[in-house]
């Protein structure tokens, strides 16, 4: 059963709408985050959560807004949604330890159509 | 945090063993090396991690050089199924920072 679920798995929404990506984790973990990932290119990373009510800004953090109500749930809001926010968009997550560092854990992904 | 670098591409035939290697010449004390694996339409799944000499799991094993600037990631009998493009990341595990930067890795690809 997959531990790391994401929904809408597939989204079309129209410029200056708002879109919440909502993602849900069965693991316990700690840690939650929000990546993007554009045609030829690697991850990277939007928001991060170190758990219930935190929410810490990544690399791309423009833009978005991410909320953290509980452990097992983590949304990315987009309050105004632009074209250039069309891509695809992964929720990991994760636990950090002493000298392993944070294994992370990831959904299937939900594709952002903006148009 | 330590920069990665990987092979564009490789290819190997079902059955073979594939070795993709990984060059991080300025890795410091703290950082780990990890290695994940996306395939088309998923996001990307966990393979292994290590900090120094030879760790093997289940699925690979993972050759860390003794000045610790070179891991080669082992895949034995690849299939279809390893198709995939393979990312190395090193990360800082010291201070509870953590983050995974994600380049653009080695796609693999794998023929009949």
């Known amino acids: 059963e997959a531990a790391v679920t994401q929904s809408p798995r597939n989204k079309v929404a129209v410029t200056g709408g708002k879109v919440t990506l909502s993602c849900n984790q069965t693991?316990?973990?700690?840690?939650m985050y929000w990546y993007r990932q554009d045609t030829g290119h690697g991850l990277r990373l939007i928001h991060y959560?170190?758990?219930?009510?935190s929410t810490e800004k990544g690399d791309i953090p423009d833009g978005y807004k991410a909320s953290r109500p509980s452990q097992e749930n983590f949304s990315l809001i987009l309050e105004l949604a632009t074209p250039s926010q069309t891509s695809v968009y992964f929720c990991?997550?994760?636990?950090w330890g002493w000298g392993v560092g944070d294994t992370q854990y990831f959904g299937p992904g939900t594709r952002l159509l903006v148009l | 945090l330590a920069k990665t670098t990987q092979p564009p591409s490789m290819e190997a035939y079902e059955g073979q063993e594939v070795n993709v290697s990984c060059s991080h010449t300025?890795?410091?004390?703290?950082?780990?090396i990890y290695w994940y694996r996306q395939v088309p339409h998923q996001g990307p799944q966990f393979i292994i991690q290590?900090?120094?000499d030879y760790v093997v799991n289940e699925v690979a094993s993972l050759f860390i050089s003794a000045d610790r600037k070179l891991s080669t990631l082992s895949l034995p009998w690849v299939s279809l199924r390893d198709a995939a493009v393979y990312y190395c990341?090193?990360?800082?595990?010291?201070?509870?920072?953590?983050?995974?930067?994600f380049g653009s890795g080695t796609q693999l690809t794998v023929m009949p």
């Open positions: 990341i090193v990360t800082d595990t010291s201070s509870g920072s953590w983050q995974l930067i």
């Open positions: 959560s170190y758990g219930a009510g």
């Open positions: 290590g900090y120094k």
């Open positions: 300025n890795i410091a004390t703290s950082e780990y």
């Open positions: 990991a997550s994760g636990d």
């Open positions: 693991n316990n973990h700690n840690n």
